[in-house]
């Protein structure tokens, strides 16, 4: 066997030679660094309001053009996108902003001796 390749064999899977097996992910807002992003949270709350409310409001209107076919028929795709872009946005900054991470914290599980 070539030298090296024991040691590349023993290392973990997705690990770098001569780096940590577990890298640390990035500070940022939902790791207590830095600071929250309250006004875009607000922003994008308001933004995803203002869309049901014109849903809502405008229902005729909306139904209208959804129902009449052709090109219109790309109308409902584009605003389902809209609401669900603007909707994960303001949903991921709530969790950061209340403090909850998407991830667990893996450095605490019991590295094999």
Do not use: C, N
Request: charged share 20%.
């Amino acid at each position: 066997m070539p030298p090296g390749d024991q040691e590349i064999r023993d290392r973990p899977l997705g690990s770098r030679a001569g780096g940590d097996p577990h890298p640390q992910a990035p500070a940022g807002p939902s790791r207590g660094g830095g600071r929250k992003p309250y006004g875009l949270t607000i922003t994008l709350g308001a933004a995803v309001a203002g869309l049901y409310a014109g849903l809502f409001l405008w229902q005729d209107v909306v139904t209208d053009y959804f129902t009449r076919g052709g090109a219109y028929a790309v109308l409902p795709i584009v605003t389902a996108l809209a609401f669900s872009v603007l909707h994960g946005a303001f949903t991921e900054r709530f969790w950061i902003v209340l403090g909850v991470d998407r991830r667990g914290d893996r450095r605490k599980q019991r590295e094999p001796d």
